[in-house]
């Protein structure tokens, strides 16, 4: 579990190297803010993260004013790229390196659960309170220091229990995506989630507040949680959590590995979670996460991966030809193949370890033209003389350009040729 110390109070050189642009953002906005005679703070993930001295990544600030306006000065300031949301009074400048995210302080109240709130501007105390966790309701004014943290909820206290905590009972059912949030909190820092947020969890979970939500805003929850650093274990808390079959009931983490050899990215992830289901669950899963195309192709492919694997499962070294291999891999998703390779039997992993790292870019040495030359006649025949090239190559049947004119010939001569 990560720790609160004194040190990472005291010491606001905790966040390395990246400190020197953050100090340099946070004294422009500054600046900005007292030019305007505006309040600024620093909110949020970078405080939670500074006080556990983890470096931040992005800098969340909140303006007690037209923090869309602050936003253009700072990109101006830093020749950044600005993007405004004037709806909800919010703008994002990616300048040096850095996103920093700026909003208007904001009350927020919902009129339906799992719908977007209502926004009415307001002060530093009423954006905290609208806030998910205590350990992100944190704020530090954007020129002072850890010992002028505002911390109304006592997101320090929690910090230092290692305790994911709600600010109010209503949270998970006006905002359904924090349960999941709640679960990739506690898992990327090791805490364990509050007793009484747990059973707030558990009866919003019962009631249904889930399927409150739309598919865009659980996909982009879910894709934050595939990006942690341990995907896997972020899935299993979702698992005991109950959280993941409320998000469609074939879901589970039972078979996702205890540690993955490698990184992967977020749609191997994506692969890895569709991998037990049927065909017909997987389109239901696509669906209630309105999936764009490269979800849905790999949810689909890894369904079918999992089906053939029997047969790239003979221990045996030869049993399995690289054509055959190859016969059954192309065109499948490379994500979904890297989802196999951590899920299927030791055999077909390795055969797909040997598709994806060698033979899947393994082209016959001849082209269309040669072929052509040799005497395959123009038309499909060339395409099949090509792929027959390419299966002789893979098994090692050819091993030189000469081999393969000999085998086009032949081919030329007899395309029914079953050797070929
Ligand atoms: N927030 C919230 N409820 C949500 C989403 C966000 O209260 N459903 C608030 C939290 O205070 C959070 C802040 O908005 O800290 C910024 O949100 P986000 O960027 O999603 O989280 P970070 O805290 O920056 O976390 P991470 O480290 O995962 O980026």
């Not at 339906?112 to 009423?126: F, H, N, T």
């Amino acid at each position: 579990m990560l720790t609160i110390t004194e040190e990472h109070i005291t010491d606001s050189d905790s966040n390395g190297e990246s400190s020197d642009v953050y100090r340099l953002v946070l004294g422009v906005v500054d600046r900005l803010a007292n030019e305007e005679a505006l309040e600024a703070y620093l909110v949020g993930g970078p405080v939670r993260d500074r006080l556990l001295g983890i470096p931040a990544t992005d800098l969340d600030i909140t303006v007690v004013g037209d923090a869309p306006r602050m936003a253009e000065r700072l990109a101006s300031q830093f020749g950044g790229r600005l993007t405004v949301h004037h709806r909800f009074g919010t703008a994002t400048v990616d300048a040096a390196g850095v996103t920093i995210d700026l909003v208007t302080a904001r009350r927020e109240t919902y009129r339906s659960a799992g719908a977007l709130p209502d926004v009415q501007p307001g002060d530093i105390e009423d954006d905290l309170a609208r806030r998910d966790f205590t350990i992100n309701a944190m704020a530090i004014p954007v020129a002072g220091h850890e010992s002028d943290l505002v911390d109304l909820h006592g997101g320090k206290r929690d910090l230092a229990a290692g305790l994911v905590r709600v600010l109010h009972e209503l949270s998970f059912r006006d905002d359904p995506t924090r349960m999941l949030r709640a679960v990739r909190y506690a898992a990327r820092f090791e805490f364990d989630i509050e007793p009484e947020t747990a059973d707030l969890m558990a009866s919003a979970l019962a009631s249904g507040a889930m399927s409150t939500l739309t598919g865009d805003r659980l996909r982009h929850e879910l894709a934050r949680i595939l990006q942690e650093p341990d995907p896997a274990a972020t899935l299993r808390r979702a698992d005991e959590a109950g959280v993941l079959r409320a998000i469609h009931p074939s879901l589970s983490a039972a078979h996702l590995p205890a540690t993955s050899a490698m990184p992967h990215g977020p749609l191997t992830w994506v692969a890895a979670l569709a991998w037990p289901l049927s065909a017909a669950e997987a389109g239901s899963l696509t669906a209630r996460l309105n999936a764009p195309s490269d979800w849905e192709r790999v949810i689909s492919d890894a369904v079918r991966v999992r089906r053939l694997s029997p047969q790239l499962s003979d221990p045996r070294t030869d049993a399995v030809r690289p054509s055959e291999v190859c016969g059954l891999l192309d065109g499948l998703a490379p994500d979904a193949l890297r989802a196999a390779m951590m899920l299927a039997p030791t055999p077909a992993a390795n055969r797909i370890d040997r598709y994806l790292g060698e033979w899947w870019t393994v082209a016959p040495r001849l082209r269309g033209d040669d072929v052509l030359a040799l005497g395959v006649p123009a038309g499909p025949a060339v395409g099949e003389a090509l792929r027959a090239l390419r299966r002789a190559r893979l098994d090692g049947v050819t091993r030189s350009r000469a081999d393969e004119e000999e085998m086009a010939r032949q081919w030329a001569e007899q395309p029914n040729n079953t050797a070929c």
